[in-house]
């Protein structure tokens, strides 16, 4: 069992609802005594974010667009006022426009890849930087969420794909970066879940349908099965793990023909 998380804080980007993995990671989180500040993209999706936070343990919750460099440094400012300190960064953000996760990849526009690279990767270095002042004298954990679209070609995520393996390349460089100060960072590989973001992943059932018949497990993955393992990697239990993907994909990633 991981031990208990009661003197630790967290901050968590990228909840837009019920079904968000992010929200499954704060969870999970809180359940063990974590206090948390969760952040959402937009005005659009603040009532029902604050809805949500009343099932934890008095979050503070806080808007943050990833794109604004005042939204995140104020955020970071209002964590430290209100918390003191920081033990933990969950990043669950992501963002590619629609028409650009269908069909080919070679029809990528510039904008588009700029903006699926800004939200996707660079937003993970970006809140890292900020979240460090916060952990100085702590043994800091960052985690992220990344897809097996980085490493293969899975159909229709094209330009998110190339952002994963950037997300993902990141997470070993900021590992090494900040190893020495006692912090960590991991990413999670998750299988295809239904979320609002993976709604806009062109046949997404069908993905869903592949792993129930290909995967070892022979099942999709749930949210909760997500949520605990950041709760195995924000936890003394993951001490000596660092700049690792970890799988939570029913065991898809192994399989060849
Ligand atoms: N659902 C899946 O199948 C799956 C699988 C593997 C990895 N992931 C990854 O998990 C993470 C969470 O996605 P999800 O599936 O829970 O979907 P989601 O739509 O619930 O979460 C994505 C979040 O990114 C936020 N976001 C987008 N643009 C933003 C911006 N400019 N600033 C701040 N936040 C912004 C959205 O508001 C949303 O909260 C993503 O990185 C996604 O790629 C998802």
Request: net charge neutral; proline share 2%; hydrophobic share 40%.
């Amino acid at each position: 069992m991981p031990s208990k998380l009661t003197d630790r804080t967290g901050v968590i980007f990228g909840v837009a609802n019920k079904r968000s993995l992010a929200w499954s990671c704060a969870k999970a989180l809180d359940a063990q005594g974590m206090r948390l500040c969760l952040t959402y993209a937009t005005d659009r999706l603040g009532d029902g974010v604050r809805k949500l936070a009343e099932e934890l343990n008095n979050p503070l919750v806080l808007r943050c667009d990833v794109t604004d460099p005042d939204e995140i440094d104020s955020v970071f400012v209002k964590i430290g006022d209100e918390f003191g300190h920081l033990d933990t960064v969950l990043h669950g953000v992501a963002f590619a426009k629609r028409e650009e996760l269908v069909g080919n990849f070679y029809h990528t526009t510039k904008d588009g890849y700029v903006l699926a690279h800004e939200v996707s990767a660079y937003s993970l270095t970006a809140v890292s930087r900020r979240a460090l002042p916060l952990m100085e004298g702590r043994e800091g954990t960052i985690v992220t969420l990344t897809y097996i679209g980085s490493e293969r070609v899975v159909r229709n995520y094209n330009v998110m794909g190339i952002a994963k393996a950037a997300l993902e390349a990141s997470v070993r460089y900021l590992a090494n970066d900040i190893g020495r100060h006692g912090h960590r960072v991991n990413a999670i590989s998750a299988g295809p879940i239904r979320t609002l973001s993976a709604s806009g992943v062109a046949g997404f059932s069908k993905i869903l349908d592949h792993i129930e018949e290909h995967s070892p497990m022979r099942r999709n993955i749930t949210g909760e099965e997500v949520g605990n393992t950041c709760l195995f990697l924000c936890s003394d239990m993951s001490r000596g793990i660092t700049g690792s993907t970890i799988y939570v994909d029913s065991g898809y990633h192994i399989m060849g023909v």
